[in-house]
């Protein structure tokens, strides 16, 4: 699928992307900027099951890698070059 770039200008100008290395408090400021301007906070992998009943780890291999872990600890325990790749 091909989208013109401005239709997609258009349609995120009012979105914020927050990113962030994992526990370095990424949802508390996004809770607290959306308390403080009254926008709305689409939390931590918001509708993100739903997304993963539609894919695999062969067609999104980067959004089906926690799939890949045996646990949350594997994933925050990582080393620095395995978190660089």
């Known amino acids: 699928m091909n989208i013109n770039d401005r239709i ?12 962030g290395t994992a526990y370095a408090g990424k949802s508390t400021i996004c809770k607290m900027l959306a308390e403080k301007y009254n926008m709305i906070h689409c939390e931590e992998n918001y509708k993100f099951g739903d997304f993963l009943k539609l894919t695999t780890k062969e067609t999104h ?6 799939n890949t872990m045996s ?9 620095k070059e395995d978190y660089a790749d």
């Open 8 to 19: 997609i200008k258009h349609y995120l100008s009012n979105v914020y992307f927050i990113n």
């Open 61 to 66: 291999p980067n959004m089906n890698y926690f």
């Open 71 to 79: 646990s949350w600890e594997e994933f925050v325990t990582r080393s």
